[in-house]
């Protein structure tokens, strides 16, 4: 099986790195048990030479892509500063792909390598997952796509994606499951440390609000939430405040920030609740009544609801624990 890891300009250099190895320890375990190896892999690009991170790092590439006729396996790494400038400067790449997805490849975009993914049009209609600091981004510049929030993996058709940074490690356990078998991906796993399944970033997720936009009502009405996580407040209440009719309130805020202004109210109050969760000295009743709730069950299933844990789950995977000598 031929697995071509592009290397574009503006690629962060531990993403063709790690799926390189990856594939290579599925070769190493099988050729010391006497079988033939799975995956030929290469380092693929638009020139020999990629400099990256500011020219700190030079990638040799094995072969240009005009070089490389037909593959199996296509891996897009994730992409650095600013991301339309990143596509830009990759449109030959956007080319490239889109002739190799119709021959039959399948295609992989590891963290914000999405961006240059969706810029194909082969996520149109689809689902899709990112870097959830990138994802108010992403929805901007790629409405006709699906974002996932908090998802690690998403696969239609012969075309996945992956969460944020490291989870795309699980992203690449998966294809080595799907390509080989749940024992080989079992014994990478172990050989990297890797814990299998995972299915949510929710967890490492921080809610910061979507304010990038001109409407000067709606990121008010954001500011006020945000400086009144105490309070109970009501679409009602919000709309009598700011003078504005619930209904256009409720369509306008929706537009823009992609939560309704119940959601939000909760992000918002989640979030300030794990911020004083992290330190572990508040206990949880203390924290809930700080930011609006004083109903257990439903702030407990709410913040579940939103990081995958409970709020005491929460607590004990931040809380810094003694090492013990």
């Known amino acids: 099986m031929n697995v071509s890891i592009l290397v574009p300009k503006q690629a962060v250099l531990a993403s063709i790195i790690d799926p390189r190895t990856m594939f290579t320890a599925v070769n190493d375990f099988l050729e010391k048990a006497g079988q033939a190896p799975l995956f030929t892999v290469e380092l693929v690009g638009l020139s020999t030479d990629v400099h990256l991170h500011g020219g700190l790092f030079t990638v040799h590439t094995d072969r240009l892509v005009q070089q490389v006729e037909k593959t199996d396996l296509i891996i897009i790494p994730a992409l650095s500063g600013d991301m339309q400038h990143a596509l830009e400067l990759n449109a030959d790449l956007i080319l490239w792909i889109r002739r190799q997805q119709a021959q039959g490849a399948e295609v992989v975009s590891l963290c914000v390598g999405a961006f240059l993914l969706a810029a194909t049009g082969l996520l149109n209609g689809k689902a899709c997952s990112t870097h959830w600091v990138a994802a108010n981004e992403f929805r901007a510049m790629f409405p006709a796509v699906a974002l ?101 309130l409720e369509r306008r805020f929706k537009k823009i920030t992609n939560n309704t202004v119940a959601e939000y109210i909760q992000r918002v109050k989640i979030e300030a609740a794990k911020n004083q969760l992290e330190p572990g000295v508040k206990n949880v009743n203390e924290i809930m009544y700080n930011v609006g709730y004083t109903d257990t069950k439903a702030f407990r299933a709410t913040f579940k609801k939103i990081t995958g844990l409970s709020p005491i789950a929460y607590r004990d995977k931040y809380t810094r624990k003694e090492v013990a000598l």
């Open 148 to 248: 996932v929030d908090g998802s690690i993996i998403t696969e239609q058709n012969g075309v996945y994606s992956s969460g944020g940074a490291t989870s795309y490690w699980n992203l690449l356990l998966y294809l080595v499951e799907k390509f080989a078998d749940r024992t080989m991906a079992i014994r990478v796993a172990k050989y990297l440390a890797i814990d299998m399944d995972r299915s949510s970033q929710s967890a490492f997720m921080m809610f910061q609000g979507q304010k990038a936009h001109h409407d000067e009502v709606v990121k008010n009405i954001q500011n006020y939430i945000e400086a009144n996580v105490a309070d109970k407040l009501t679409i009602d209440d919000l709309a009598d405040a700011f003078a504005i009719g619930r209904r256009s």
